[in-house]
Protein backbone atom coordinates (compact mmCIF):
# COMPACT_ATOMS: atom_id res chain seq x y z
CA UNK A 1 0.00 0.00 0.00
CA UNK A 2 1.01 3.33 -1.07
CA UNK A 3 0.75 6.25 1.66
CA UNK A 4 1.52 9.57 1.20
CA UNK A 5 2.59 11.70 4.25
CA UNK A 6 0.86 15.35 4.06
CA UNK A 7 3.66 16.81 6.59
CA UNK A 8 1.64 20.06 7.68
CA UNK A 9 4.70 21.11 10.11
CA UNK A 10 7.84 19.54 11.95
CA UNK A 11 9.22 19.74 15.23
CA UNK A 12 10.49 22.54 16.67
CA UNK A 13 14.41 23.59 17.26
CA UNK A 14 16.65 20.29 17.84
CA UNK A 15 13.66 18.06 18.33
CA UNK A 16 13.88 17.73 14.76
CA UNK A 17 17.26 16.75 14.83
CA UNK A 18 17.03 14.27 18.05
CA UNK A 19 13.62 12.66 17.14
CA UNK A 20 12.72 12.72 12.89
CA UNK A 21 10.35 14.81 11.06
CA UNK A 22 6.32 14.05 12.08
CA UNK A 23 6.51 12.04 9.01
CA UNK A 24 9.09 9.92 10.03
CA UNK A 25 7.23 9.07 13.24
CA UNK A 26 4.40 7.68 11.58
CA UNK A 27 6.52 5.49 9.65
CA UNK A 28 7.60 4.30 12.85
CA UNK A 29 4.01 4.05 14.30
CA UNK A 30 2.70 2.06 11.25
CA UNK A 31 5.86 -0.14 10.64
CA UNK A 32 7.74 -0.83 7.20
CA UNK A 33 4.52 -2.73 5.15
CA UNK A 34 4.25 0.21 3.57
CA UNK A 35 5.49 2.48 0.64
CA UNK A 36 5.64 6.00 1.92
CA UNK A 37 6.14 9.46 0.29
CA UNK A 38 6.32 12.56 2.13
CA UNK A 39 4.81 16.15 0.97
CA UNK A 40 5.80 19.23 2.69
CA UNK A 41 2.28 20.61 2.24
CA UNK A 42 4.26 24.14 4.22
CA UNK A 43 6.37 24.43 0.80
CA UNK A 44 3.24 23.37 -1.72
CA UNK A 45 4.18 20.18 -2.08
CA UNK A 46 0.51 18.28 -2.87
CA UNK A 47 -0.67 14.94 -5.16
CA UNK A 48 -1.66 16.52 -8.23
CA UNK A 49 -3.91 13.63 -7.70
CA UNK A 50 -5.56 11.63 -5.07
CA UNK A 51 -4.60 8.61 -7.04
CA UNK A 52 -1.36 9.11 -6.54
CA UNK A 53 -1.46 7.32 -3.49
CA UNK A 54 -3.54 4.49 -1.90
CA UNK A 55 -4.01 6.22 1.19
CA UNK A 56 -3.14 9.75 3.00
CA UNK A 57 -2.17 10.78 6.51
CA UNK A 58 -2.55 14.68 7.53
CA UNK A 59 0.24 15.48 10.12
CA UNK A 60 0.40 17.85 12.64
CA UNK A 61 1.35 21.52 12.54
CA UNK A 62 2.15 24.49 14.72
CA UNK A 63 -0.20 26.30 12.80
CA UNK A 64 -4.07 27.26 13.13
CA UNK A 65 -6.20 25.69 10.19
CA UNK A 66 -7.80 29.71 10.47
CA UNK A 67 -4.29 31.20 9.92
CA UNK A 68 -3.51 33.17 6.99
CA UNK A 69 -1.03 30.57 5.61
CA UNK A 70 -0.92 30.43 1.12
CA UNK A 71 -0.77 26.38 1.83
CA UNK A 72 -3.88 26.36 3.84
CA UNK A 73 -6.78 26.70 1.41
CA UNK A 74 -4.93 24.34 -1.35
CA UNK A 75 -4.65 21.78 1.31
CA UNK A 76 -8.49 21.78 2.43
CA UNK A 77 -9.06 21.86 -1.66
CA UNK A 78 -7.40 18.98 -2.15
CA UNK A 79 -9.02 17.15 0.73
CA UNK A 80 -12.59 17.73 -0.55
CA UNK A 81 -11.05 15.93 -3.82
CA UNK A 82 -10.07 12.84 -2.52
CA UNK A 83 -12.64 12.58 -0.01
CA UNK A 84 -14.68 9.40 -0.72
CA UNK A 85 -12.31 8.66 -3.32
CA UNK A 86 -8.94 8.18 -1.27
CA UNK A 87 -8.90 6.86 2.34
CA UNK A 88 -7.49 10.01 4.86
CA UNK A 89 -6.58 10.12 8.21
CA UNK A 90 -5.97 13.33 10.29
CA UNK A 91 -4.34 13.75 13.13
CA UNK A 92 -4.42 16.98 15.92
CA UNK A 93 -4.11 19.93 12.82
CA UNK A 94 -4.42 17.08 10.21
CA UNK A 95 -7.96 16.07 12.72
CA UNK A 96 -9.26 20.07 12.41
CA UNK A 97 -8.38 20.52 8.99
CA UNK A 98 -10.23 17.21 7.63
CA UNK A 99 -13.04 19.02 9.93
CA UNK A 100 -12.95 22.61 8.23
CA UNK A 101 -12.64 21.37 4.86
CA UNK A 102 -15.60 18.88 5.22
CA UNK A 103 -17.82 21.64 6.73
CA UNK A 104 -17.03 21.87 10.38
CA UNK A 105 -15.54 24.56 12.49
CA UNK A 106 -12.48 24.74 14.50
CA UNK A 107 -11.34 27.47 16.85
CA UNK A 108 -8.80 28.33 19.36
CA UNK A 109 -10.30 27.03 22.49
CA UNK A 110 -11.31 28.95 25.66
CA UNK A 111 -10.37 25.82 27.53
CA UNK A 112 -6.61 26.28 26.96
CA UNK A 113 -4.19 23.82 26.31
CA UNK A 114 -4.58 20.09 26.28
CA UNK A 115 -1.41 18.20 26.42
CA UNK A 116 0.16 15.28 28.58
CA UNK A 117 -1.31 11.85 28.39
CA UNK A 118 -5.01 11.94 27.32
CA UNK A 119 -7.74 9.76 27.94
CA UNK A 120 -10.55 9.49 25.49
CA UNK A 121 -13.95 7.23 26.18
CA UNK A 122 -15.42 5.13 23.06
CA UNK A 123 -18.64 6.22 22.60
CA UNK A 124 -19.25 4.03 19.01
CA UNK A 125 -17.19 1.17 17.67
CA UNK A 126 -16.48 0.85 13.93
CA UNK A 127 -15.05 -2.35 12.33
CA UNK A 128 -11.61 -1.31 12.15
CA UNK A 129 -11.80 -1.01 16.08
CA UNK A 130 -11.48 -3.88 18.75
CA UNK A 131 -13.59 -3.57 21.71
CA UNK A 132 -11.36 -0.86 24.00
CA UNK A 133 -14.15 1.51 26.01
CA UNK A 134 -11.16 3.96 26.99
CA UNK A 135 -8.31 4.67 24.90
CA UNK A 136 -5.04 6.89 26.33
CA UNK A 137 -2.36 8.76 24.07
CA UNK A 138 -0.18 11.95 23.65
CA UNK A 139 -1.80 15.37 23.09
CA UNK A 140 -0.71 18.82 22.65
CA UNK A 141 -3.02 21.01 21.20
CA UNK A 142 -5.17 24.33 21.84
CA UNK A 143 -7.52 24.67 19.05
CA UNK A 144 -10.50 22.48 18.74
CA UNK A 145 -13.30 20.95 16.64
CA UNK A 146 -16.47 23.16 17.97
CA UNK A 147 -19.19 21.98 15.08
CA UNK A 148 -19.18 18.86 13.50
CA UNK A 149 -18.83 18.52 9.95
CA UNK A 150 -22.16 16.70 8.02
CA UNK A 151 -21.81 13.02 8.15
CA UNK A 152 -19.17 13.23 10.83
CA UNK A 153 -19.91 10.72 13.49
CA UNK A 154 -18.29 10.63 16.79
CA UNK A 155 -16.05 7.80 17.53
CA UNK A 156 -14.19 8.37 21.04
CA UNK A 157 -14.02 11.72 23.50
CA UNK A 158 -13.11 13.33 26.66
CA UNK A 159 -14.95 16.57 28.41
CA UNK A 160 -12.16 18.57 27.72
CA UNK A 161 -11.84 17.30 23.83
CA UNK A 162 -15.53 15.98 23.17
CA UNK A 163 -15.10 15.60 19.35
CA UNK A 164 -11.72 14.26 19.88
CA UNK A 165 -11.70 10.69 17.08
CA UNK A 166 -14.43 11.17 14.27
CA UNK A 167 -15.12 8.79 11.35
CA UNK A 168 -16.51 10.22 7.89
CA UNK A 169 -18.21 7.40 6.57
CA UNK A 170 -19.17 8.35 3.32
CA UNK A 171 -15.98 9.63 2.38
CA UNK A 172 -13.11 6.98 3.34
CA UNK A 173 -11.48 9.13 5.95
CA UNK A 174 -11.00 9.15 10.22
CA UNK A 175 -9.30 11.73 12.20
CA UNK A 176 -8.34 12.01 15.69
CA UNK A 177 -7.38 15.03 17.86
CA UNK A 178 -4.38 13.27 19.88
CA UNK A 179 -0.92 12.11 18.65
CA UNK A 180 -0.35 8.29 18.62
CA UNK A 181 2.63 8.82 16.52
CA UNK A 182 4.38 10.33 19.68
CA UNK A 183 6.81 8.63 21.67
CA UNK A 184 6.52 9.68 25.63
CA UNK A 185 9.98 10.38 25.68
CA UNK A 186 8.97 13.09 22.23
CA UNK A 187 6.29 14.35 23.85
CA UNK A 188 8.35 15.00 27.16
CA UNK A 189 10.69 16.57 25.11
CA UNK A 190 7.91 19.32 23.23
CA UNK A 191 6.46 20.22 26.74
CA UNK A 192 10.09 21.02 28.19
CA UNK A 193 10.64 23.15 24.81
CA UNK A 194 7.62 25.09 25.60
CA UNK A 195 7.85 25.17 29.42
CA UNK A 196 7.10 29.21 30.47
CA UNK A 197 6.03 30.26 27.19
CA UNK A 198 3.01 27.80 26.56
CA UNK A 199 3.10 25.84 29.91
CA UNK A 200 3.19 26.80 33.34
CA UNK A 201 5.98 24.92 35.19
CA UNK A 202 2.64 23.56 37.19
CA UNK A 203 1.10 22.42 33.80
CA UNK A 204 4.13 20.74 32.40
CA UNK A 205 4.72 19.12 35.91
CA UNK A 206 1.46 17.38 35.49
CA UNK A 207 1.71 16.48 31.69
CA UNK A 208 5.36 15.00 31.74
CA UNK A 209 4.08 12.77 35.01
CA UNK A 210 0.90 11.36 32.72
CA UNK A 211 3.10 10.47 30.09
CA UNK A 212 4.53 7.72 32.18
CA UNK A 213 1.41 6.03 32.44
CA UNK A 214 0.36 3.05 30.09
CA UNK A 215 -0.28 4.51 26.39
CA UNK A 216 -2.18 3.06 23.23
CA UNK A 217 -0.58 4.19 20.69
CA UNK A 218 0.35 0.53 19.52
CA UNK A 219 -3.53 -0.08 19.90
CA UNK A 220 -4.18 3.29 17.70
CA UNK A 221 -1.50 2.26 15.09
CA UNK A 222 -3.41 -1.20 14.80
CA UNK A 223 -6.39 0.81 14.39
CA UNK A 224 -5.51 2.71 11.63
CA UNK A 225 -3.79 -0.20 9.55
CA UNK A 226 -7.19 -1.83 10.02
CA UNK A 227 -9.17 0.92 8.93
CA UNK A 228 -6.64 1.41 5.77
CA UNK A 229 -6.90 -2.04 5.19
CA UNK A 230 -10.35 -1.98 5.23
CA UNK A 231 -11.02 0.64 2.59
CA UNK A 232 -8.26 0.30 0.36
CA UNK A 233 -9.60 -3.39 -0.21
CA UNK A 234 -13.77 -2.28 -0.58
Known amino acids: MRIGLLETGEPPGDLLDIYGSYSSMFEALLGPGYAYRVYDVQKGELPADPAENDAYI ?102 FTPYGVLAYDDAKAISMQFHPEFSPAYAKALIEARRGSRFTDEQADAAIASLSGPNDRERMAAWIARFLAQETQG
Not at 120 to 133: G, I, K, L, S
Open 58 to 159: VTGSAAGVYDPLPWIAPLKAFLRQARGETPLVGVCFGHQIMAEAFGGKVVKSDKGWGVGLHAYEVAAQAPWMDAARQVAVPASHQDQVVALPPGARVLAGSA
